[in-house]
């Protein structure tokens, strides 16, 4: 059996899914979170953070879990204010344009 004594863990969601889904189609919500998850799963292999999981609108992420320990939370944290910056970068989703 492995163990860390000290790890980060990253939990995140999207403010306001539950109205924005609402004005979408499946189809709709699956190209925003698509979009947003394949930037956010970029920036998890750029500053060496492991994606754990996603479920729906869920993103969660460890670092340290590896064995170096030596900067996680900088890792994390840098790597959240990424996710931060990339998501305004995210279109706004139009339900009444299938193009975005």
Same mark, same amino acid.
């Given at each position: 059996q492995e163990s860390r004594e000290v790890v980060t863990i990253f939990f995140s969601d999207i403010v306001g899914f539950t109205a924005?889904? $609402?004005? #979408? =189609?499946? /189809?709709?919500?699956? !190209?925003? #979170? =698509?979009? #947003?998850?394949?930037k956010f799963d970029q920036l998890s292999d750029t500053h060496q953070v492991f994606k754990v999981e996603t479920i729906g609108d869920a993103y969660m992420a460890v670092a340290g879990h590896d064995g170096r320990d030596d900067? /996680?939370?900088? !890792?994390?944290?840098?790597?959240?204010?990424?996710?931060?910056?990339? $998501?305004? !970068?995210?279109?706004?989703? =139009?339900?009444? $344009?299938p193009s975005k």
């Open positions: 924005v889904s $609402s004005q #979408l =189609d499946a /189809h709709g919500v699956a !190209r925003m #979170l =698509d979009r #947003l998850y394949t900067d /996680h939370a900088r !890792r994390m944290t840098n790597m959240a204010l990424d996710m931060i910056a990339a $998501s305004k !970068r995210i279109p706004n989703p =139009d339900p009444s $344009s």
